[in-house]
């Protein structure tokens, strides 16, 4: 079934778990990873994964990323609970450094959780499209208007000049109804 680009967003997870799939070899903490954040994050959830409790500069040393990236990546991925950190006193050192862990049995509820929000934010955007009309000059480039914006400037697009009229967003309708029933389906609901 062919969807329209608002969809694309909320495809994002259910692409996200084919990869998943597809990717068997990789662990999917690390694919998870990758996902959120691209090749650094992929790097630095292996590095964790090959020496639990890793320090920053053990895993600027395993990467060869720099330390500022690192650290960036890291508590990007501890604000959603998917690595934990302890402050321990480095021997050699002196001070303190963090070590870090990886908390793989999140990964589940991470995708779950993410689903859920899509599902919200699906559910929301349905109502929205179900109660209200809109308008478009048939630019690709220009932004769909409501009655009362397109009223507002006499039903000429504001950016190009040319008269908008109301467009039929039943199959926009019809996607979003789509795909919050397969998420519901992936989410147990129905
Ligand atoms: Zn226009």
């Not at 062919?2 to 694309?8: D, G, I, K, M, S």
């Amino acid at each position: 079934m062919h969807q329209p680009r608002v969809l694309e967003k909320f495809n994002f997870i259910a692409i996200a778990i084919n990869l998943m799939v597809s990717l068997e070899y990789e662990d999917s903490f690390v694919k998870l990873a990758g996902i959120l954040g691209g090749e650094e994050y992929v790097k630095v959830t292996r590095a964790l994964l090959n020496n639990e409790n890793s320090t920053d500069e053990e895993i600027a040393s395993a990467t060869g990323l720099k330390i500022n990236i690192i650290r960036k990546v890291l508590y990007d991925l501890f604000s959603k609970s998917l690595i934990t950190g302890i402050r321990v006193r480095d021997p050699k050192k002196g001070w303190f450094v963090y070590r870090w862990r990886a908390q793989r049995e999140q990964v589940d509820t991470f995708i779950e959780n993410a689903k859920r929000k899509a599902l919200e934010r699906l559910k929301v955007r349905l109502e929205y499209e179900q109660n209200h009309q809109f308008y478009h000059c048939g630019n690709k480039s220009c932004r769909k208007m409501t009655f009362e914006e397109a009223l507002a400037s006499f039903f000429k697009c504001p950016a190009c000049g040319k008269v908008m009229n109301l467009i039929n967003n039943a199959k926009l309708i019809e996607s979003i109804k789509w795909k919050i029933n397969e998420l519901e389906k992936e989410l147990k609901i129905k």
